[in-house]
């Protein structure tokens, strides 16, 4: 047997292969006294949809396979997190000699040690930095990801949600558009295609869609789409508040438009932008649109849209 390091090392190059792939990083190796590695396991729980499919299970599993019996005497199981109770009670049924384990489990749960008796011998913080890091890096990337994905979209279809969609129209409009547009065009085009009449319209008349959007709770913006007959998807709107940009938003709205084009069989999403846009102009860019034409719209009132056509390909 080389020492308990080693054999460590090899249950945390499981864990490293879990973590890359989306499990919880928990890594185990069955090891027979001669130093014979005789089952490895990571978790699997994830992909393998299966709440037993934990590393020591795995390790335990494959070890009872190639030595041929249920029997573990004269094995330790090494596992880079100590083990719960599932596992806890796989290792004394297994009546492995010994368990080693590098990170201490923090939820509280009982342990092993206090499971076991004298029935196994336990040794927990082998590599026990690499070992909680592991976790610890795992963890943290989660949380992060979690943060990126927390908007919710409600379709606008009863009176108030209509209104609501209305209202976040007009106070971002009026807070955006100075740059770009007079303020006269803004009251107009606010009246003429964001009022709740004119969305209700749109939805009635020409197939439109509006969604409210929910961060943390609140609305923070909203975004209009239609299906075309060209079968493109046309994103009409979308606005988030001031206070809420920067926050990825913009990211998981075109992560949902592209889950909704494929699962409507549509090919592309495509919009235009007012020519003065930069801001916007520079977010679908970095998004992946592209520019594929450009066009003048005359909109009443002696007023019109200059406007560049932008249009993200989805496979
Ligand atoms: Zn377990």
New binding site residues.
Partial sequence: MKSDEYYMSIALALAEEAAADGETP?GAVVVRRDGFIAGRGRNRREKGRNALY????LAVDEACRTLGGWRLNGCTLYVTLE??????G?ILSSRLDRVVFGAYDKTGETTLSELAGNRVSVTGGVSEAECSELMKKFFDRLRSERKMSKLNFTEAVTDAQIEAAAALADEIWHEFFPSVLSAEQIDYMVEKFQSARAMKEQMASEGYKYFLLFGGGERVGYTAIKHDSDGRLFLSKLYVKKEHRGKGYATEVFEFLKRYCRENGLSAVWLTVNKHNKIAISVYEKRGFRKIGEGVTDIGNGFVMDDYYFQLDVD
């Fill in positions: 928990v934990h590393a020591e299970i083990p719960c109770m599932m596992c806890s796989a």
